[in-house]
């Protein structure tokens, strides 16, 4: 009687166990997709994160280079004496606020939708720092025209960028959206089939289900916990690189969807908890 009974339990053991294993699986999934697609979806987090990545030093080392030239090309200076007026004012908060602006403006362009014609006004980010150059130019007795140093900005003017420029970007957002979305749906539907095996195979289901929503709230404050310390590790102010800095924006984002599930999933365990304490307490002796 005894290995009859045995040979019954095995199988049922052994499917309960495929079951919750298959359970933890889709977890990761559901918790993974639900967090990257509400990333996916938050354009200030993608804007701050693209903007970290922009190596600033190119950036700007490119527009002295244009700067340097276009002095060149306007005035009577040379170009060694052109490219030491826009060296006075690199350190100066009016050259930072110009390449903040214009790199900030191409950020925001990349993350538009596809089909978007965005512009990025160039003359208004680099006129301030024109006329700063020219007063530099003046205060250390080097005469130059304003009128003439602003036609540097005649050659740009406002810059229209087609889809074809901004799509790149844009469009791999969009399908990390797409596909973040049916990896969601897919964990959803797992859950609540590998989860409803469980509880068919457990010999005390309301148990069982309290079991599976504790799951669910140590695999949340799990995965918080986790976005937290790669936030932590790849902080810019330990020393990390500017691309590590965009991923630390990303990973301390939106956790508060997980915070927020895990809550909701803690708070249905109590209730379940409270329900099984009754049960037992109303249970004869």
Do not use: C, Y
Not at 51 to 56: D, K, L, M, T
Not at 107 to 124: H, I, K, N, Q
């Amino acid at each position: 009687m005894t290995s009859v009974h045995t040979a019954r339990v095995q199988p049922r053991f052994l499917g309960l166990s495929i079951a919750l294993w298959i359970f933890s699986i889709f977890t990761t999934i559901f918790l993974g997709s639900m967090w990257g697609r509400a990333v996916s979806v938050d354009t200030t987090t993608l804007a701050t994160a693209t903007r970290q990545v922009v190596n600033a030093e190119t950036v700007s080392s490119r527009i002295e280079n244009w700067l340097s030239a276009g002095l060149d090309s306007v005035t009577r200076l040379t170009s060694s004496e052109a490219a030491l007026a826009v060296e006075w004012v690199r350190d100066d908060p009016v050259f930072a606020a110009a390449l903040d602006d214009v790199v900030n403006q191409l950020v925001f362009a990349s993350l538009a939708e596809p089909g978007t014609v965005t512009e990025v006004d160039v003359v208004s980010a680099f006129e301030p720092l024109i006329v700063r150059i020219v007063d530099e130019l003046n205060v250390r007795d080097i005469p130059v025209d304003r009128t003439d140093v602003l036609r540097i900005l005649d050659r740009v003017g406002v810059l229209t960028l087609a889809t074809e420029v901004t799509a790149g970007v844009a469009s791999a957002v969009s399908s990390s959206t797409v596909l973040l979305t049916k990896a969601l749906g897919i964990a959803v539907v797992g859950l609540f089939i590998s989860g409803g095996a469980a509880v068919a195979l457990a010999d005390d289901r309301v148990l069982m289900i309290r079991r599976l929503f504790i799951r669910l709230v140590v695999s949340g404050a799990t995965f918080v916990v986790m976005l937290r310390i790669g936030a932590w590790v790849l902080d810019p102010a330990r020393g990390r690189s500017a691309l590590a800095a965009g991923g630390s924006t990303i990973l301390a984002s939106n956790a508060g969807v997980v915070m927020l599930f895990t809550v909701t999933m803690a708070l249905v365990a109590a209730g379940l908890s409270f329900r099984l304490a009754n049960r037992v307490r109303q249970s004869p002796a």
